[in-house]
């Protein structure tokens, strides 16, 4: 590994103990990662259990925590019954990354543990990611993005260190499925997760299923650019 891995392992090895905001997408799965080589069993995983989640993610989760003997605390979080989330405007990721990380701060403080981080990376600073003022608001820290570790950068760390997620398609939550002023609402959510399942089963392995009412839209399959099929199966 080189300079710019061992400012990370520096960096997080500075807190005496960490909670890892943990999607087990390709990002946070390699800062748990980092952070459990630098810390140990002082690295303790935070997934939310939300129907935002993509389906078989908390699983993914839970095993990749289990795999590196790393504790792991699942809390719900509930940020369908914010009207502000629902309504779903174009600031929604800020209501979402609010509840997932005031649940996180409580049990932070309830563990005695000061310091909450995240897998935001530098490439995430260029996106509209409203998420980033509530991580701000909350005081959760960016490793990655202070040791400037760009996605590419991840990925070729994540293969070097035999993670299975380094060459994971990104997923984001369920809830950019739904254009802007969509209201979004637990049985839309699991509409599309059945419908993401379902393309899975065949082998499509990355697309997105947008809501479009009746209908759904399945983009970016490798096969058939745009494909729309009914919601109600």
């Given at each position: 590994?080189?300079t710019?891995?061992?400012?990370?392992?520096?960096?997080?090895?500075?807190?005496?103990?960490?909670?890892?905001?943990?999607?087990?997408?390709?990002?946070?799965?390699?800062?748990?990662?980092?952070?459990?080589?630098?810390?140990?069993?002082?690295?303790?995983?935070?997934?939310?259990?939300?129907?935002?989640?993509?389906?078989?993610?908390?699983?993914a989760a839970?095993?990749?925590a289990?795999?590196?003997?790393?504790?792991?605390i699942?809390?719900d979080?509930?940020?369908l019954?914010?009207?502000?989330?629902?309504?779903?405007?174009?600031?929604?990721?800020?209501?979402?990354?609010?509840?997932?990380?005031?649940?996180?701060?409580?049990?932070?403080?309830?563990?005695?543990?000061?310091?909450?981080?995240?897998g935001?990376?530098?490439?995430?600073?260029?996106?509209?990611?409203?998420?980033?003022?509530?991580?701000?608001?909350?005081?959760?820290?960016?490793?990655?993005?202070?040791?400037?570790?760009?996605?590419e950068?991840?990925?070729?760390?994540?293969?070097?260190?035999?993670?299975?997620?380094?060459?994971?398609?990104?997923?984001?939550?369920?809830?950019?499925?739904?254009?802007?002023?969509?209201?979004?609402?637990?049985?839309?959510?699991?509409?599309?997760?059945?419908?993401?399942?379902?393309?899975?089963?065949?082998?499509?392995?990355?697309?997105?299923?947008?809501?479009?009412?009746?209908?759904?839209?399945?983009?970016?399959?490798?096969?058939?650019?745009?494909?729309?099929?009914?919601?109600?199966?």
């Amino acid at each position: 590994m080189d300079t710019k891995f061992q400012r990370l392992t520096q960096l997080l090895g500075e807190s005496e103990r960490l909670l890892v905001a943990f999607s087990a997408g390709v990002d946070s799965t390699f800062l748990l990662k980092a952070a459990h080589m630098a810390i140990g069993a002082r690295a303790i995983a935070l997934p939310a259990a939300s129907p935002t989640v993509p389906p078989g993610e908390l699983d993914a989760a839970k095993n990749f925590a289990d795999s590196l003997g790393c504790r792991h605390i699942v809390l719900d979080s509930h940020e369908l019954t914010n009207p502000s989330f629902s309504q779903n405007p174009v600031n929604r990721c800020f209501f979402c990354k609010d509840e997932l990380y005031r649940i996180s701060r409580a049990e932070a403080d309830k563990l005695g543990i000061e310091t909450i981080v995240d897998g935001t990376n530098l490439d995430d600073l260029k996106d509209h990611r409203p998420g980033l003022k509530a991580a701000d608001e909350w005081g959760v820290r960016h490793p990655l993005v202070e040791t400037e570790m760009t996605k590419e950068d991840i990925r070729r760390y994540s293969r070097e260190l035999n993670l299975p997620t380094w060459d994971k398609p990104s997923s984001p939550c369920l809830s950019s499925r739904f254009a802007y002023g969509t209201e979004i609402n637990l049985e839309r959510f699991k509409k599309v997760g059945a419908c993401e399942v379902f393309m899975k089963e065949r082998r499509f392995r990355e697309f997105r299923v947008r809501y479009h009412g009746d209908l759904a839209r399945i983009e970016k399959c490798h096969r058939t650019r745009l494909t729309a099929c009914s919601t109600n199966r």
